[in-house]
């Protein structure tokens, strides 16, 4: 609470200093413009301190607008760059589903080979106990791997 009272009484004295330097600014002008006006009869400084104004008045706007695009740009941007990288990710998701599909697809090929190898070499050497002739379709090449 403290704290907010310092930042408000920083932005309250913030704008007093504000307020003082346009009276000062309004005062010298007044005193341009009455003196001027007793020394020639004219508003000169009037009219140019009135065009300056509205010159930077002027770019004031235009930087404005230009602030506004950029920022609609950005915006914009973000948010394409937003969405390829949530399809980037789930790209990336899918891919990697795919990738332990084929892992475990391998694994169970392998589960099997091994399976059916050791039933061979089980027949193999059951025929070899008895002295029997091993069928030629319980050949196994071992140099296969």
Known sequence: MIYFCCLLMRYYNSLQQKICEERGNVTVLLEKLSQEVADNGTFSTLTMWLEENTAIEKYRSEVKNRERGATAVVDHLQSKLDKVMEEHKQEMTKQRRTLTHLKEMIASAQDRETEEVNTIKKVRAVFTRCN?????????????H
Do not use: A, G, L
Request: charged share 10%; proline share 8%.
């Open 132 to 144: 029997c002739t091993t069928p030629s379709s319980f050949t196994y090449n071992e140099n296969h």
